[in-house]
């Protein structure tokens, strides 16, 4: 059993305001080192062959963002991670350290030269900006956001403001330092219930939780990205208000020739606002960025008042949706985003050093195995295994778990994508269903414990089956799933 949630690195409390370097070194005892030992000789041998990049991670301290960014270190790759620790610990980022370079101190010297860490929000962009300003960035990995769908459908607008907010922003910052190369971590819930299982990536996308309405927005954003609107723009520069009425959304999406509006005839004028605009700036405000609610058409738009600065500007109707760039001059040169997309299914897992893996700071909304673990290690009294509702073969539902290693070397993976000029999308998943119930009974099995667990009624925005189709992934990057559910069970 590697067991991250009970290994001796106590996590929150006080041990969360200590710096790891006034950790006692008993901590780090024979097994811990002969990991990192194997690990710096992983980074040797890896880096001789990967082109190293300078990648900025978002939410990078959090349960998939830690595992991808240790892999991207171990790739080869300088990591810049920007979290707000709203529901992770900065320690985590001192164990990707340890893994690492056999180090846990993130001011050393030898960490700092290729892992650096901003306890940054994405919505304030005046922060976000200063990391942009600071470093020589070749890609982004978009991890942050909130991500429960229980939480999401009883706070549907602290969603909202959180995750595509924050996303704006980042496109904003990446848009006026010319980085056009990001991954983003939407999710399988953009499928809601699925049609026909298992799901290609081609699939109807009609998400039945505000969470996965998220994912969508920001997926929407950016394919308009991947077609160039943003990175090149027309010869004919197009000029945005800081509002537009709803005929003029509507132009805007039926046509480019109509949408070359003169910018005389829409002068940049927040105050000119529709009346059905009731929400107010968010971020900077000298930034000039404005979110806004029309009632036909509802928009969110982020503009800047000074004409060298990108503005975004994502509409929503009944026929069309897209995202528009504006710049008040022309660049001659035009650099073409290049986006992949990750739909992954249910991460589950941990480093199999037990030093890695997921420990969230809110265990209500939490995933599956960090309850279930807290359970058999007698910190809970009992498990809530909801049920689907509906008729799978244990009436709880079914899902694709993938071992969160397997989900961290897909973005490596998906790193050759950069610099191509398209957008692809991918499911990562293990192609196989496997029910709620029967996630406990092999965890009890492998670990020889027990887990006390009660029915629960149905959960709202919870889909009965999600199972992922996975040629594509295993056809285009060269990746697939290689551990199974009792290697999931047998590291948490």
């Known amino acids: 059993?590697?067991?991250?949630r009970d290994n001796g690195f106590q996590l929150g409390g006080t041990q969360n305001t200590q710096s790891p370097k006034d950790t006692e070194d008993t901590?780090?005892?024979?097994?811990?080192?002969?990991?990192?030992?194997?690990?710096?000789?992983?980074?040797?041998?890896?880096?001789?062959?990967?082109?190293?990049?300078?990648?900025?991670?978002?939410?990078?301290?959090?349960?998939?963002?830690?595992?991808?960014?240790?892999?991207?270190?171990?790739?080869?790759?300088?990591v810049i991670v920007v979290d707000n620790l709203c529901n992770s610990y900065k320690e985590a980022l001192s164990r990707i350290a340890f893994l690492a370079?056999?180090?846990?101190?993130?001011?050393?010297?030898?960490?700092?030269?290729r892992f650096l860490f901003y306890e940054v929000d994405l919505r304030d962009s005046g922060a976000l900006e200063t990391v942009f300003s600071k470093h020589s960035i070749q890609g982004v990995i978009h991890f942050a956001g909130l991500k429960s769908v229980r939480d999401s459908v009883s706070h549907p607008l602290h969603y909202f403001h959180n995750n595509v907010v924050g996303s704006l922003n980042l496109l904003h910052c990446m848009a006026s330092h010319g980085i056009t190369n990001i991954i983003f971590s939407s999710s399988a819930s953009v499928y809601g219930v699925p049609e026909v299982v298992p799901i290609v990536e081609n699939s109807r996308l009609c998400p039945i939780s505000p969470y996965g309405e998220t994912k969508i927005i920001i997926e929407r954003l950016l394919y308009s990205l991947g077609r160039g609107e943003e990175a090149s723009p027309p010869q004919e520069a197009t000029f945005l208000a800081s509002a537009l009425s709803p005929e003029q959304v509507r132009r805007a999406g039926n046509s480019e020739k109509e949408s070359q509006?003169?910018?005389?005839?829409?002068?940049?004028d927040e105050n000119n606002a529709p009346e059905s605009s009731p929400l107010p700036y968010f971020g900077e405000k000298q930034e000039g960025s404005l979110l806004s609610f029309g009632q036909e058409h509802p928009s969110l738009l982020l503009s800047g008042e000074n004409q060298e600065s990108a503005s975004?500007?994502?509409?929503?109707g009944q026929e069309h949706s897209s995202l528009l760039f504006s710049s008040g001059t022309v660049k001659k040169e035009k650099k073409t985003w290049s986006v992949v997309i990750l739909r992954y299914f249910n991460p589950m897992g941990a480093h199999p050093s037990?030093?890695?893996?997921?420990?969230?700071?809110?265990?209500?909304n939490a995933n599956l195995m960090p309850i279930l673990a807290d359970v058999a290690l007698g910190k809970l009294p009992e498990l809530t295994v909801y049920s689907s509702g509906q008729s799978?073969?244990?009436?709880?539902?079914?899902?694709?778990?993938?071992?969160?290693?397997?989900?961290?070397?897909?973005?490596?993976?998906?790193?050759?994508?950069f610099d191509t000029g398209q957008v692809h999308t991918y499911n990562l998943g293990i192609g196989k269903g496997c029910s709620v119930l029967d996630i406990v009974t092999t965890f009890k099995n492998v670990n020889k414990c027990d887990v006390p667990y009660q029915?629960?009624?149905?959960?709202?925005?919870?889909?009965?089956?999600?199972?992922?189709?996975?040629?594509?992934?295993?056809?285009?990057?060269?990746w697939s799933a290689t551990r199974d559910i009792e290697e999931m069970c047998i590291d948490f």
């Open 27 to 78: 901590s780090h005892n024979t097994e811990h080192t002969e990991q990192s030992e194997k690990t710096n000789t992983n980074t040797e041998l890896k880096s001789q062959d990967v082109t190293q990049k300078t990648l900025l991670v978002t939410g990078g301290a959090g349960f998939i963002g830690s595992h991808t960014t240790l892999e991207l270190l171990l790739a080869g790759h300088n």
């Open 392 to 417: 799978t073969s244990d009436n709880t539902p079914i899902r694709d778990y993938i071992h969160v290693m397997d989900l961290a070397r897909g973005h490596v993976a998906a790193i050759h994508k």
């Open 455 to 478: 029915i629960g009624s149905p959960r709202k925005g919870d889909p009965p089956v999600l199972i992922a189709h996975t040629e594509k992934a295993r056809a285009e990057l060269s």
């Open 1 to 4: 059993m590697s067991n991250y």
């Open 354 to 364: 037990g030093i890695l893996g997921e420990c969230p700071k809110y265990t209500k």
């Open 261 to 268: 509006v003169d910018s005389q005839t829409m002068p940049r």
């Open 101 to 113: 370079f056999g180090k846990d101190d993130l001011e050393c010297p030898e960490v700092k030269k």
């Open 312 to 316: 975004l500007l994502f509409s929503s």
